[in-house]
């Protein structure tokens, strides 16, 4: 199962927005609506942040979002902040009943 | 308080063993699915490894199937990844996650994670 393509980076000023693309294929990000979003800060755990391609969790703020299109799914934050410094990992459940992440994207808030 | 909590990584010779496992409470244990997850050094997260609540439904990556068994004990609350046959490139940070159980395939709680050194 090969890894979900995500930028390597993305960068934006304070109260911007940008968006992070995570592609597969058709037996996952494009099968089902099963895309995760994940939020990590340098030496913690991740953390949920959106589920089920466009659902927050409760208490994420809602400058999060979260969309799919065919096998492409995106993130997009809206109105940056430093604290959303952090880097940001998608992950989808597959055909074969596992779980695949993306190779992450590190977004800097300049 | 959900809490999940990892040990049993440390330095291990290549080719070696470790058995890791995750203390789990502040939560029924025994309802939910739980995943293994890694993370090499300076790198991306990588799943490993799925066990149903009961443990009658188990899957791996393919980078890994044959050489890591996830198991559970619901009455002791906890959750293993026994590792064999380590290599270098097993090298990372182990955490252990749960998985919702209304948010489909999403992992809500994370442990800090154990560290697997693989090196002679």
């Known amino acids: 199962q090969s890894a979900l393509t995500q930028p390597a980076s993305v960068s934006g000023s304070p109260g911007q927005s940008i968006t992070i693309s995570c592609t597969g294929t058709?037996?996952?990000?494009?099968?089902?609506?099963?895309v995760s979003w994940y939020q990590q800060h340098p030496g913690k755990a991740p953390k949920l942040m959106i589920y089920?391609?466009?659902n927050r969790l409760s208490g994420v703020s809602n400058r999060f979002s979260g969309s799919k299109s065919g096998n492409t799914a995106s993130l997009t934050i809206s109105g940056l902040q430093a604290e959303d410094e952090a880097d940001y990992y998608c992950?989808?459940?597959?055909?074969?009943?596992?779980?695949?992440f993306g190779g992450g994207t590190k977004l800097t808030v300049l | 308080e959900v809490q999940l909590v990892e040990s049993g990584g440390g330095l291990v010779q290549p080719g070696g063993s470790l058995r890791l496992s995750c203390a789990a409470s502040?939560?029924?244990?025994?309802?939910?699915?739980m995943n293994w997850v890694r993370q090499a050094p300076g790198k991306g997260l990588e799943w490993l490894s799925y066990i149903s609540s009961s443990g009658g439904t188990i899957y791996y990556a393919d980078s890994v199937k044959g050489r890591f068994t996830i198991s559970r004990d619901n009455a002791k609350n906890s959750l293993y990844l026994q590792v064999n046959s380590l290599r270098a490139e097993d090298t990372a940070v182990y955490y252990c996650?749960?998985?919702?159980?209304?948010?489909?395939?999403?992992?809500?709680?994370w442990g800090q994670g154990t560290l697997v050194t693989v090196s002679s």
């Open positions: 992950s989808s459940y597959t055909s074969s009943s596992t779980v695949v």
């Open positions: 089920e391609v466009s």
């Open positions: 058709s037996s996952d990000v494009g099968g089902y609506n099963y």
């Open positions: 502040g939560f029924t244990f025994s309802s939910y699915e």
């Open positions: 996650a749960r998985l919702s159980l209304t948010m489909v395939q999403s992992s809500d709680y």
